[in-house]
């Protein structure tokens, strides 16, 4: 979604809510050692001007010490603010995933969704720490500048208060309206590098062995190239920015000090005034110079602000039932079904009727609509007609942990995780021994193998479980899924990266150890139908 600038950092804002005391602390802070920081000079100025040596000499140092006090303690209470909120942000964006998962989430781009989760949170550090802050602090000291400036004569006040308007508003909301096309596209290119490297890490393997090393290195640096394009023009239009700051703030203070010194040849203000006035404005673009300089940057931590609200806002294809009826399995029926991703028609008036016990085969070509029909039967989707029970109940009725509680599903590809592979079987059942998990790999006929292996259990797969075949993967989702010993076994393929003795193993513990309960087994090979007790033939989304 393309919001604006304002409207990305509104919805930034609400977040500080909860730590609306820490930022008020921050910005008092900063308004103080700001204050100190311009007093100095204006001291030494009267010290000049007005003979008042020995006190002024005695204030200095003080004034000195609570400015790096003062500076010390606003940067501090920023960052905690920051990196406070930055934990919130992330708790959200991953709380969002997991309802937008799975039906949101296969299309997405992996890398791309990594380059939101790690750098575009990271980057709305800027954000919380050295844009709130500033904006707030170069209001308050430019508010109470004018005035103080405006006592010594309305003139030089008006000129303060155009430099400050001109230095903080102006310049910075110019920069960031040219800038913005620059940040919006450094960051899209950013996440489009990213997932072309993560892409290119998967298949390292296959570019070794068909000799596309160079094309993919080529194809990685055309992506570098187009994103340094971006980022030099994003830098070049800070530059200018910089450049404009440098030369209004000149500007100004000539303008001041031609103004100050007229007044005091009219004799309307005093010369040690008028020489006071100088020095305020020059020492006080400080805060006003921060926001000039937010103009470019902040435009490519907004467009990673809307980036990371795009997720936030996605809306789920399914949301989670928490106020319908929890269950306890006793069959489930599919009455004339129909279901299309988008425009394509997967199911079609599809039926079958699943027993409280007992094992249905379900075999067909790829794309037949098999998996598809344990999706739903999980509610990852909802069917567009028909009628999809479990127990009795309409499935969208069913509370989803209590539906997900009677399920077990294994896929076609078992996703393992980068830890031990007894940690790995232990997130289907939290609370089992490592007895029970012995037990499962038993029955998965993985066990052997595990208890070879060095460390056994606690062996780590490594990213993805690469350090582990297909086949090995694939006993091991078995074995999750005789771990979180449902009564509805949902079995996707789970044979396929399997030889024939290894498939013959895991079929002979399914028939024994699922007697009572009810297991559907998809599968487009025949040898995996023989131990069902009914077959169901699919062509084209139907019962054929």
């Known amino acids: 979604m393309n919001r604006n600038g304002f409207e990305v950092m509104k919805r930034l804002l609400k977040l500080v809510k909860p730590l609306t005391g820490t930022m008020i602390l921050a910005v008092t802070m900063g308004v103080l050692g700001h204050l ?35 500076h010390l303690l606003e940067q501090n209470r920023n960052h905690y603010l920051a990196f406070k909120l930055l934990a919130l942000i992330r708790d959200k964006v991953f709380g969002a995933l997991r309802k937008l998962a799975p039906a949101k989430l296969e299309s997405r781009d992996k890398g791309d969704l990594i380059a939101v989760l790690t750098a575009d949170i990271e980057l709305l550090e800027v954000f919380y720490a050295h844009t709130i802050s500033p904006i707030f602090i170069a209001f308050i000291v430019s508010v109470i500048m004018t005035i103080t400036i405006g006592n010594i004569h309305p003139i030089l006040g008006f000129i303060a208060l155009m430099a400050y308007m001109t230095i903080g508003i ?18 899209k290119e950013f996440g489009n590098l990213d997932a072309f490297v993560l892409d290119s890490l998967r298949g390292v393997k296959e570019s070794i062995q068909y000799g596309t090393g160079q094309i993919r ?31 209004g703030i000149l500007l100004f203070d000539v303008i001041m000090l ?13 010369s040690n005034d008028a020489v006071v006035a100088v020095i305020m404005l020059m020492s006080s673009f400080g805060p006003v110079t921060a926001l000039a300089n937010l103009g470019t940057g902040i435009q490519n931590t907004l467009a990673a602000g809307n980036r990371v609200l795009d997720i936030l806002d996605e809306t789920p294809v399914i949301v989670e039932k928490t106020d319908g009826k929890d269950i306890v399995y006793s069959g489930a029926e599919a009455e004339n079904i129909n279901f299309a991703y988008e425009e394509e ?15 249905i085969g379900i075999i067909g070509k790829s794309g037949s609509g098999k998996s598809t029909f344990l999706k739903l ?14 127990s009795n109940q309409q499935i969208k009725e069913i509370n989803t942990s209590s539906l997900r509680a009677a399920e077990s599903f294994v896929t076609q590809e078992t996703v393992l995780f980068h830890d031990s592979i007894e940690r790995n079987l232990l997130f289907a059942n939290p609370n089992a021994t490592h007895e029970q998990v012995v037990e499962a ?98 062509e084209n989304g139907r019962v054929s």
């Not at 031609?258 to 005093?270: D, F």
């Not at 028609?345 to 094992?359: A, E, R, Y």
């Open 258 to 270: 031609l103004g100050a010194v007229l007044l005091s040849k009219k004799g309307l203000i005093a």
């Open 345 to 359: 028609k997967i199911l079609k008036d599809f039926s079958v009727s699943i027993p409280k016990s007992g094992i």
């Open 36 to 70: 100190c920081a311009i007093a100095i000079p204006v001291l030494g100025g009267l010290a000049i001007t007005g003979g008042a040596i020995k006190p002024i000499c005695i204030v200095l140092p003080i004034v000195a010490v609570l400015r790096g006090v003062f």
């Open 441 to 538: 790999c038993k029955k998965a006929s993985i066990h052997e193998f595990i208890e070879s292996l060095p460390d056994g259990y606690n062996t780590n797969v490594g990213e993805l479980g690469e350090t582990l075949s297909g086949g090995e993967r694939q006993r091991l989702g078995v074995a999750r899924a005789f771990l979180h010993d449902a009564p509805l076994m949902l079995l996707d393929e789970p044979t396929s990266n399997l030889d024939s003795l290894n498939e013959a193993v895991i079929l002979k513990a399914l028939k024994e150890f699922c007697k009572d309960k009810a297991v559907v087994l998809v599968s487009h090979r025949k040898s995996t139908m023989c131990i069902t007790d009914r077959t169901i033939s699919v």
């Open 217 to 247: 290195l080529k194809a990685m640096n055309d992506y570098s190239d187009s994103l340094s394009v971006k980022e030099r023009k994003l830098k070049g239009a800070g530059g200018t920015s910089a450049a404009v700051t440098g030369g």
């Open 377 to 390: 039967l999980m509610r990852f989707w909802d069917v567009d007609s028909g009628r999809l029970e479990i």
């Open 170 to 187: 102006f310049v910075p909301l110019t920069a960031a309206k040219k800038s913005k096309a620059y940040g919006e596209g450094f960051r």
